[in-house]
């Protein structure tokens, strides 16, 4: 009972006929909540797009025009009845749609937008035109219903249609299919890496959008007994839009009320105003600023609930008990390569980032590929999973030649892969998220069962959850998980598809030690019975767990080998560990800024987060005048965040800022910036379009340093100052990140990763430079590498799990590896 | 039949300046706010009705100050409104952008009525050259659209304000952390695409009609413009614009009921073979 | 600005409406209190756009059937009366005001449809709801052709007998045509007309543009007008098209030099031209400023000047003379019996004896002389722009005959 009064087709049908029957009750014409109903299913098809498959079309009404001229003519021209003509208005709105997909599904965001605004107008042009067909201007009237000739029981007719045509919806929506389309509408590119079809998936819903607006369209033809161009238009293009965010855009429900209130206030407010847009606009701007999720949203609060109704809540039960996850090896030959890579090479205009690679992986086998940060290593994943295409070189797979395939085909093959930067589904359940990815291996196409009907599936999801230590938290939604869990999750959509091949990059970054073991156990088992490819800089897992390990050097490989040999090569040490060679002259000749100077900025009880997480809790800090503080700390442990909170890009939660005795937690950013904080963020962020001298003329401040000091800061920048700023190498970009923003005048500059990425050359130039700062203004340096920057340093900071674990001397720390290794976790116990 | 089309070439260019002037604010708000402004239309009407009134109370003269108060009015819609959009997701401005637009036309219809109001070009009279025939105002309007193109584009290029616009349209954030008040920018900006749309409006209007709905021949051929050039390419609009105004010129000589309908199906195609428009380059914000 | 309506007098628009018994009738969820309260109200539906282009038209057609209902005391047999306006923003939205009008607010006859696309599908909408149903302005020849049904009267006169009326002057003017009309139905029919026209007095068509609505930039058509050299262009615009039209045409120095002719184009339309580029020929179905108006027209317009400071133009007069038939045909009937309202309106009869009008009853199809009018070139007044050329057909007794039969028209009458 209580499920069948949760169902939205319930509450479609009860709305309308309610309303029906309180028109009835005052005399009012009900063909009023017949249009409501059409208009219902119409925003309903439109949401299909815009709420489930995240796609928006501003020109819908390009189907639902066409579809209800569609129905006049036929009926006024070759068909007798109604029903035939709903038909022939659906099969016709069904062939438009995949027309018209075929043209613009290629396109995305903005430019779908237009472009289906554009095709409404075509049609617009055409229906006005054309007249011996359409009636033109005039439009066409005289259809004559053969069986529902009265108001009611067309009225009646349509109501229940409409219910049905929401019934089918919802159960689309609960398919493999619908489910398909909501994880499409979180993360494209996740999809193709699990093996979907995306252009597939956004053909299929964008042609089933088409045919349910087909249907009101023909449906609103029988109404009106006509058809006319008016819908067409671009005044009316947005109807259905506008009803959907007025209703609320994530909810079932919404397209019901967004059409119960649109043509009800415009049904009486333009009785009593000619202006009656005056009135409407701004309820629709009010509505959509202030409630994103609409009428529904509205109601949500009241009722204190809130979130997206898109699909149930619910999740299959968790079984009793939970069989571990079973993995059969691959069947393959463990002597010959499952993977091989020959003369691979990639550019991004000047930058090298693949430089003729070649590379065999073997099955059974745990490969690792190491390298410093900016070695190209992800680059290399890209073009192994598809999603970059090299400039030269071939990858075979199996020994079938995969260059210039899909990535979604690639994954069929059974090539997986988790990303760097994490890549899940934030809107879908922890358990979907990983059904998802199950589903992707059967690739079911069904439009009608219940996806999560499949008990077998259910329990391979509830294998592979506990599998990472996530079986409890099934129900939760993605979005609200912690980082390490997210993280964990991550890996789990990428065990899911039950690859051959599994590229891992980075999977224990950011997790905890315990995950990490975890983790790092499951990927050894993994790589025994399939092959495994994997990115890692926690160098002392890499070399305890993999069978052979390659590294990967400004785009090169320079070794290849068992991980002692690797470990063993001079080459790389030079290039990945590379200590030793970062000390300049002088460093130790300067003197360290003590405790005695005065405090310059003071972050007292710091909270972060993005969303649903935390970041940073309850962090302090207090750097002095003049003073190097090296920030230290495994990578996502929030180093970054705390300097975007710092400049003002992302608001504390708690605690304050205070920084040159103002007090700076709620600042904009340029306010931040002119009482003297500077940021050279990591990746540089210069700006593309604009030249070298470009690029430091919009920071010059009076105060700043001149464009000839930066010259003379960093001479190798003179000769390119006409150069864009795109076209650079990776130092040179450095040089000017680091110029421009001592071109404001700053009393801290706040680095991070500056030496991410560079050449030992550049890094001595970069870090010279820095050396001729020291003392004269303040400086956070952001880095994972604690050697590389502590000798430099008069102070040093490590991060652990968004709080400070060391704040002191880094000259202490420098001499304490011992300390180093447990706080910057190169393996050991940070349960100390 | 060579004259005629040179005539018709030489008409379409100046539209196509028209068109120009009308998508270049749209693109330049679009690349640094990242707002798709349907209201754009609206502006442009309001730059033909302003410079009626001003007429009227002061002469030609004051008409000057026409784009002067759009480009005010623009102001201060962002900075009651279009702020608010900027950490809202893409459909939120399209629809907020869409309300304002029919709000503007709603005022317009209230203050002046639906009527078209009379006004005429401030001289008349033609140019022969050859088979080319150009009309004074025409000529004029073409003069100053160059001269306002090039004005817009030397601003850009040269100054601190064009500098941090460029620089903003590519990393807004980024530019606020160098130091430059970001919310005055864009405030600015707004209002500078607004008072460009302005000047089109005025020079529009002794040669359009003007009612409240001129806006809707503004803002779709100014989208295609837009769309065509690349979005947030100023010379991928000034050639997208030039050539709408050009293919709707020819296709008026050959098959006139078309005029319109070619402007569209000019888009999809230009779009099937370049993704991004013309000259439209890969804007991460936007992909 | 003198032209423009300033915020006060829009509302005080309103509100002479709202007062006239509207207001309740219009609220949230009224219809309840609509029907009970006005038992003893006659109330007459007012369907007239108040949106889009039209909106500057419908204004003075919604002017003139209210000025028609106050001229009478607001009364009709005897009891007070009161008009309804709602709102034809689409044919779609028209059907369903009208539907509200009947059976919500209880009228007993509608007055309206501006557009034809509106007005066609109201007038199958007034078959259904067996309400009678006075057209004052669209001019679409189906309406009292093939479409045409009991219920629905029209003032407009279709295009085509517009065009047999107009075209002996211009073929006066010259055999050589160049047609500019739009590419829709109105301009569609226009040229089909004039075309059948001219092709039967062996004249050439020396040019033929179908124009798309809403170009903003006429000149490259001007150029091929130009170049083609012909008598006369015949018109097929509408309203704001032609003001671009008539803009362009003056600022590339080509008035005067050839005429342009076009029907059924409305005073506002002109007006809204300005006195610079006005210019043309055109038909029209009443001038104010007319000496051969009757003296009710006369005082209407006077009333009207006073009233709304500004000249009747001829869709107030189209508003006022739709109103005013139907108020007489029920003041005469005595009854607000739909057939009894037919009845009357079939009998009705205006005008003088030099220029009679009334609704036939084979298609209810008013019939009346149009007038020929032309731009005056000189233009010294804000309003004064035309010169009546002519009334035509000259015999009142032409007019069956210019008209048409209604069957051979299309019209079959249930």
Known sequence: MTRLARHPVTWVFVVLVGLTLLWQAMGAPVTLITEIAIYTLYGAGVNLLVG??????????????????????????????????????????????????????????????????????????????????????????????????????????????????????????????????????????????????????KFASFVLMGGVIGYAGGLLALLLRGAYADNLGWRHAGDALLMVVLGGVHQVLGPLFGAVAFTI?????????????????????????????????????????????????????????????????????????????????KQFGTLVTADNIALEVYPFRLHSLIGPNGAGKTTFFNMLSGILAPNAGSITFEERDITRMPMHRRARLGIGRSFQILSVFPNLTVFENIRIAVQARTRSRDFFVDAHGDAGQALRVWSILQAVGLEARGHEQCANLPHGAKRLLEIAITLAIDAKILLLDEPLAGLAEADRQVVGALIRKLADTHAVLLIEHDIDRVLALSDR??????????????????????????????????????????????????????????????GGSTVLEGLDLLVREGQAVALLGRNGVGKTTLLRALTGTLRPREGRVVFAGQETTRMASYQINRAGMSLVPEGRRLFPNLSVVENLRIAARPGGISIEQAFELFPRLRTRQRAKAENLSGGERQMVAIARALMVPSRLILLDEPFEGLAPAIVQEVMAALVRLRGRVAMVIVEHHAEAVLPFADHACVLVNGQVAYAGSAATLAADPALQARLLGVGQAEAA | MLDILLSQIVAGLVLGGLYVLIAIGLSIIFGLLGIVNFAHGGFFALGAYFAISLYQLAGWPAVILAPLLVGVVGMAAERLLIRQLYDKEPLVSLIVTFALALMIEALLRLAYGGIGQPFSAPFTGIYLWGPVLITKYRLFVFVLTVVVLLALWAFLQFTPFGRILRAGSRDPEMVGLLGIPLPRVLTATFGLGCAIAGIAGVLAAPLWTVTPAMSEGAIMPAFVVVTIGGLGSFAGAVIAGLLIGVVSALTIQFAPSAATTMMYVAMAVILLIRPRGLLGERWERFE | ?????????????????????????????????????????????????????????????????????????????????????????????????????????????????????????????????????????????????????????????????????????LLEKGKKWYFLTAAYAFGQDIAKSFKEILAKEGGTVVGDDSVPLNTPDYSSFILKIRAAKPDIILGGVPAGDLSTFLKQWNEMGMRGKIPICEIAIGDTDIWSVGPTAATGLYTSLWWYDNAANTPAEKDFAARYLKKYGKPAADKAWMGWLTATSLFDAIDAGKSTEADAIIAGLEAWKGGSAENPYYYRKGDHQLLLKNLVVSVKPKITDQWDYFDVLASVPKNAADLEKVFGDPVANGCKMG
């Not at chain 1, 025009?65 to 659906?90: K, P």
């Not at chain 1, 206030?265 to 009010?286: G, K, M, N, V, Y």
């Not at chain 1, 068992?562 to 001079?570: G, I, L, R, S, Y």
């Not at chain 3, 059976?103 to 078959?127: D, F, H, P």
């Open chain 1, 52 to 201: 489930y498959t995240g796609l928006v079309p501003f020109g819908a009404s390009v189907f639902f025009g066409c579809a209800s001229y569609a129905t006049a003519i036929a009926m006024l021209r070759f068909l007798d009845n109604e029903i035939a003509a709903l038909v022939f208005a659906v099969a016709f709105s069904f062939l438009l749609a995949a027309v018209i997909a075929l043209i613009i599904l290629r396109r995305s965001g903005l430019y779908f937008s237009l472009l289906t605004l554009a095709f409404s107008q075509i049609a617009f042009e055409i229906a006005f035109k054309w007249t011996a067909l359409t009636g033109g201007e005039n439009g066409l009237q005289g259809v004559q219903r053969q069986w529902l000739r009265g108001d009611l029981a067309f009225h009646a007719f349509t109501v229940v249609t409409v219910s049905l045509g929401i019934w089918l919806l919802w159960r689309v929506a609960h398919a493999p299919f619908g489910r398909a389309l909501q994880a499409l509408r979180d993360n494209q590119l996740r999809m193709a890496s699990l093996g979907y079809n995306v252009f597939a998936l």
């Open chain 1, 265 to 345: 206030l415009q049904d009486r407010l333009s009785a009593i105003t000619e202006s009656w847009w005056l009135i409407f606009a701004p309820i629709i701007i009010l509505f959509a600023l202030l409630s994103p999720e609409g009428i529904v949203g509205v109601a949500q609060r009241l009722f204190g609930r809130v979130g997206w109704t898109l699909v149930r809540h619910s999740i299959p039960a968790r079984p009793a008990i939970i069989p571990p996850l079973a993995g059969g090896a691959i069947d393959a030959d463990p002597e010959q390569p499952i993977l091989s890579v020959r003369g691979l090479s």
């Open chain 1, 549 to 610: 390990i390659s590294v990967l050097h400004q785009g090169r490989l320079i070794a290849d080998g068992k991980p002692e040999e690797v470990a063993a090569n001079p080459e790389v040490i030079a290039a990945y560990l590379g200590t030793g060679e970062r000390n300049v002259a002088g460093i130790a000749a300067a003197a360290p800024v003590g405790d005695e100077a005065a405090e310059l900025l003071r972050v007292e009880g710091l909270s972060v987060g993005y």
């Open chain 3, 1 to 169: 600005m003198t032209d423009s309506r300033s915020l006060a007098s829009t509302l005080g628009r309103r509100a002479v409406l709202l007062g006239a018994g509207g207001a309740a009738a219009t609220s949230l969820g009224a219809p309840f209190i609509s029907r009970a309260q006005a038992a003893d109200e006659i109330k007459i539906g007012l369907l007239l756009a108040k949106t889009g282009d039209i909106a500057a038209q419908t204004e003075y057609l919604a002017n003139g059937s209210m000025l028609a209902l106050e001229m009478r005391g607001n009364k009709l047999m005897g009891k007070p009366a009161s008009l309804i306006w709602y709102d034809e923003p689409s044919p779609q939205g028209a059907q369903q005001n009208m539907q509200k009008l009947v059976q919500e607010a209880g009228v007993v006859a509608v007055l309206g449809g501006a557009l034809s696309s509106s007005a066609l599908a109201e007038q199958a909408t007034a078959l259904r709801l067996k309400v009678p149903f006075v057209i004052d302005n669209a001019a679409a020849t189906d309406i009292t052709g093939k479409n045409c049904n009991r219920y629905t009267f029209r003032l407009n006169t279709p295009v085509a007998v517009q065009a047999d009326m107009f075209a002996p002057y």
